[in-house]
């Protein structure tokens, strides 16, 4: 029997295990994983406009938002892991979230 240990940081806002940032994998498991419960008759965690939106597009908005109550575990080789609340991964500590100009979008 192996024993694991959850990697215990000093700073409660530190992310010790991969990038501080959500990687494209992590998004679509979480954005699968959502759309999957909403399919299935979970509510919808934002007020929405739009009737007839797929439970893919309710989820990348949900998670574009923030409001999902999800956690990351992030996992090394060696046994160690790290549980990261998806809001760390969204807006990592010193990178604030700036408005896109017009340049940008064309």
Do not use: C, Y
């Not at 399919?39 to 965690?45: F, I």
Request: proline share 9%; no cysteine; hydrophobic share 35%.
């Amino acid at each position: 029997m192996t024993t694991r240990e959850v990697a215990i940081s000093r700073e409660p806002d530190s992310i010790e295990i991969g990038p501080p940032k959500l990687t494209r994998f992590e998004k679509a498991r979480v954005v699968g994983a959502r759309a999957l419960q909403i399919s299935m008759g979970a509510p919808v965690l934002l007020d929405l406009k739009q009737e007839r939106l797929s439970p893919i597009d309710v989820a990348l908005m949900e998670l574009d938002e923030g409001v999902l109550p999800i956690s990351i575990r992030r996992s090394l080789p060696d046994g160690t892991s790290q549980n990261i609340p998806l809001k760390w991964l969204l807006h990592p500590v010193g990178e604030e979230k700036k408005p896109r100009s017009k340049k940008e979008d064309e």
